[in-house]
């Protein structure tokens, strides 16, 4: 598979513009991600086709709690990462180049997932934009199968490479760590402007959801909450933000966030855009209700949808966040949901 956005740099260097890392590669070397590299001057991608696993999941543990609601969705996932979290959650595959799975063609891996029945495929679990070629030729065959596309993303995307990937997608959920552009840069090795410009590319294309796990000491403060909230709202008050409990995880031993600390958060960030919920913690439930009626739009016990109170609306066309996509089942009011 031939490299994207990789040029030459002189003296025997390549120059990847994927990221904003903007890494310069020597000879028999690799960029931070781990997967681009530099072979006899000619760039190679050693990893590209190789899943770290595939899935059949529920669209809500992607999450996505307004694309698509109570179905399944086709999930693969690849080595590889933009950033050095030191609490990744996945931090087995995202930190991982040393697997070689055997090679799985982009055409092989859309049979397989409408082999399963899904109506969607997610490019997910590491940062699946280091693969950026392999996931734009497995996105256009998806959609010309007429499966629909989600990625789960950190958004560590050059501003051309964004453009060109998101308009093959349907949906993302985006990663947006915290709001503080030295923490990213310091601590988590990405770049906070990168990301929300990621973000803004990705709401004139895309239905977009975005993630925030409240790590302790990190983003677990009113603020920096706010500052997500308001900057997401600037895009659109129909983007959902998910509050996601952290749990220990790799290099990081702060106690898991507590319930107490996520439902304060939560107030703060609904102040400010129509849907915020919080995630991965016991019991965890979510109801949407309808604004006009009160009658349940869909009701979530963890992953698994109870009631599915909508219907749709009409076929969209440009960003699904600049009109509703259905409405109530009991009322007819429109509501921001994609069906």
């Given at each position: ?16 513009g ?28 050693p ?26 969705i ?8 933009t ?47 280091v ?11 998806a959609?010309a ?46 770049d ?10 990705a709401?004139?294309?895309c239905?977009l ?16 909450i706010?500052?997500?909230a ?8 129909h983007?959902p ?21 996520l ?6 960030a ?26 349940v ?16 609306l ?11 996509g ?14």
């Open positions: 598979m031939r490299a994207a956005w990789i040029s030459a740099a002189g003296n025997g260097r390549l120059r990847c994927l990221c904003p890392h903007g890494c310069s590669i020597a000879e028999g070397k690799f960029g931070l991600c781990g997967v681009r590299g530099n072979s006899g001057g000619e760039a190679i991608l990893l590209a086709g190789r899943p770290s696993s595939l899935a059949d999941d529920p669209i809500e543990k992607k999450p996505l709690y307004r694309f698509m609601p109570g179905t399944r086709f999930s693969v996932g690849f080595y590889g990462c950033m050095r979290c030191p609490f990744c959650q996945n931090w087995e595959i995202s930190q991982t180049t040393s697997e070689f799975p055997p090679y799985l063609p982009p055409d092989a891996l859309i049979a397989a997932a409408r082999s399963s029945g899904c109506p969607s495929i997610a490019f997910t679990y590491s940062e699946p934009t693969h950026f070629e392999y996931i734009l030729e497995a996105a256009t065959l959609r199968a007429g499966l629909r596309t989600v990625l789960v993303t950190n958004g560590m995307l050059a501003q051309g490479p964004a453009e060109e990937l998101l308009a093959a997608i349907d949906a993302v959920n985006l990663d947006i760590k915290c709001f503080s552009a030295e923490v990213y840069r310091r601590s988590l090795g990405g906070l402007k990168a990301v929300l410009d990621f973000a803004r590319i709401a004139r294309n239905w959801e975005a993630t925030t796990l409240v790590v302790p000491g990190l983003d677990d403060w009113e603020v920096a706010a500052g997500i308001d900057f997401l709202a600037g895009l659109s008050p983007i933000l998910h509050l996601s409990a952290y749990h220990p995880a790799w290099k990081y031993d702060a106690p898991p966030t507590s319930e107490k600390q439902e304060r958060l939560r107030s703060i609904e102040a400010r855009l129509d849907a915020v919920y919080v995630g991965n913690v016991a019991g965890e439930t979510a109801v949407d209700r309808c604004k006009a009626c009160g009658a739009l869909v009701d979530r016990q963890g992953y698994r949808v109870g009631k599915l109170g909508l219907v749709g009409h076929e969209i066309h440009g960003s699904p966040l600049e009109a509703p259905a409405r109530c089942a009991a009322c007819g009011q429109a509501a921001f949901f994609v069906l």
